[in-house]
């Protein structure tokens, strides 16, 4: 370096800083990249692990609430707010939410049931929509 | 001028190999749980495949007598038959007399080989709809005659 002229030490200075800003730019965006990789597989690996079915009997005429039953293979949340219910497409607000079967541990685990409640409105001969909160549905023409 | 390209050069290069080094096991990690996540599906979808149940109001499982209870009074006895090809645990069996859940008087409990019967018991009126449920969505109906 002491016999080179200031020109080429400064063109191997500026190399030097582009590779550095190239590599720390590389990095953070891969890193972005990655990451939101990771938050998209845990999403999915989620969804694929859960299933719910509605089970109410077609052939009753009136129905206590709605069934759903945990078929998956994941604990899910049960809280009326994390739960959408339709009926005919219309959204409705979901009294409440008690699992019928629980083992004990309040949570509504795989093989166990919720009895969605819902107001002023028979399920009998509607379409009935339940999606939890990953997203996973199920629909039942009662 | 050459000499300061190629340690520009180095760098990159060994800026790539950590960026992939650094990423490449967090994203293999997710990758595997998601193959695990897929499997997982693909075995729930061929249990479902594999269950099968019926109802039948005597213990020779005739066909003629599948999908009917017959009422008597007190307590009415009816057969579930295991028709699938995977075992099912019959705790896990769930019951809606006329659309509400209900339950086995006494419950039911252990397994249910392919091909095996066993009798179960609830408080039934004629014109009654039942419907038995397994764990994993499966179902048959039988109404009380």
Known sequence: ?142 | MGFGISVATAIIAIGLILTATVHYERVSNSCESLRDARDEKHAMRLSELDTAIGVYSTSQYHYEDQGGIANTSGSDNFYIKNTGTTSIDKADLIVLVNGASDSFNPELSGWAYPGDGFQATLDLDIGDDVKIVTANGRSAHAGVV
């Open chain 1, 1 to 142: 370096m002491a016999g080179m002229p200031a020109s080429q030490a400064i063109f191997f200075i500026a190399s030097v800083i582009i590779a550095s800003v190239v590599v720390v730019a590389l990095y953070g965006t891969t890193g972005s990249l990655s990451g939101a990789v990771v938050v998209r597989n845990s999403h999915l690996t989620d969804q694929l692990k859960s299933e719910i079915v509605i089970i109410n009997d077609p052939a009753a005429s009136s129905h206590p609430g709605v069934y759903v039953l945990n078929t998956g293979k994941t604990s899910l949340d049960n809280s009326t707010d994390t739960i959408a219910l339709l009926v005919n497409g219309v959204y409705q607000t979901i009294l409440t939410s008690d699992i019928e079967n629980d083992d004990g541990d309040l949570q509504w685990d795989p093989a166990e049931v919720v009895n969605l409640t819902i107001s002023g409105v028979n399920p009998a001969g509607k379409s009935i929509k339940v999606v939890v909160a990953n997203g996973v549905s199920d629909t039942e023409q009662l």
